[in-house]
């Protein structure tokens, strides 16, 4: 038995960003931008868009695609290739989500490098960045005003360490990756002041380069940093909270106290290789991804974390929202609809858990009030649990679970006690 208890006339915060992902809706032969908007994505973050046949694969976002010839005078309109890039940021655009952008080139598994390999001019790279800002946000090349907020500067430059044989990201050493960022975020954020310039997309949230990393931006001219990013994929929902934790720490002890901490991957993996990445993935289109999914969103609430951005969105494996072949909601679908509902109320009242396995986040408008329990186990095996729920008035209860895809089950008056499935989610909506 478990008790949920809710305290809706009691403010304890705002609800957070926590529905954002990585790429938007897919618009080719068929679409999935109806249910995108229905999910009320905040920001779509682009990296690895160019893996995408229906965002325009090669040609679209990354830097060798808008930019492709480096030898190109970076001033010049002519050097730069916009087109399938503008469609596809419209698109996302046209479902009212907003655009988080990734300055940099997608991962690269083959053996031979393009795009991760280091720029042959760190401060011409950024030049070449200072002007598809300018091309999105101030009409440059006959651009647009769109007034694209965050640039993030390259991602996961930690994943392979300096004597590696495959540099996946950033095919440099570090101390080339710590140079670069500095030119570039020094760059950006004299011509850009008014925008969140930051990265690094940090691979792993403990790694010691990380240490590093601020100690290079910190010595001599401080680097800005209005945001720092970082992925996380595990199986475990608290071990996002207890990373986010360490995250602040080091911002806060090297001075980045107002800097924002934005985990901008994530997902469930259980090893990146072999059956248990095969397991992974049927684990994250399915009914337990979904659970886990809002079972994170709940613990970063929560947690030191400004923002969340699951990854990915796009038409692959990694998506849990939508069907790779028919774009058709899956189970992972609903939390970001349920969220969202929550995000709209705005303010986070109180809503205690007596389980550990048992989450609950509750919102309200003063007047709306809904909550969103979650009952999320690793055990594949875990029994039904019995969830009391204290508090007053009338709910509408929508369920989530291996027999409904966020149905309207039945209408209950608290205190009372509903039946959970393992892997289940349900949604308390006043009546």
Known sequence: ?????????TVVGTIKRMHA?????????IDNCDDYRRAGIPFARNHDASYCEEYGSEHCVDIIGIFPNFDADPYDENSYDFAITDKYLQTILE???RIFYRLGNRIEHYCKKYGTLPPKDFHKWAVICEHIIRHYNEGWANGFHWNIEYWEIWNEADLDYDDSDNKLCWGGTAAQFYE???IAALHLKKCFPHLKIGGPA???PTNPWLERFFAAMTEGERVPLDFYSWHNYFTDPKTIAENADYVRTQLDRWGYTETESICNEWNYIERFAGEEFRHSISVIIGMKGAAFTSSVMAKSQNASIDMLMYYDARPCVFNGLFDFYTLKPLKGYYPFVMWNELYILGNQTEALSDDPAVDVICA?????????????????????KEVTINGEGTYD?????????????????????LSMQANSVIHLKKA
């Not at 992902?21 to 032969?29: I, L, T, Y």
């Not at 209860?397 to 006690?417: F, G, I, K, M, R």
């Open 180 to 182: 670069f960022y500095r």
């Open 202 to 204: 940090a691979s792993w």
């Open 397 to 417: 209860v929508y369920t989530l679970d291996a027999d409904h895809n966020y149905d309207l089950t039945q209408t209950v008056t608290l205190p009372t006690a």
């Open 364 to 384: 309200s408008d003063g007047d709306a009030v809904c909550a969103v329990i979650t009952y999320y186990s690793m055990d594949e095996t875990a029994d039904t």
């Open 1 to 9: 038995m478990s008790t949920i208890t809710l305290h809706p006339e």
């Open 21 to 29: 992902v990585n790429n938007g809706p897919a618009k080719c032969r």
């Open 95 to 97: 479902t009212g989500t």
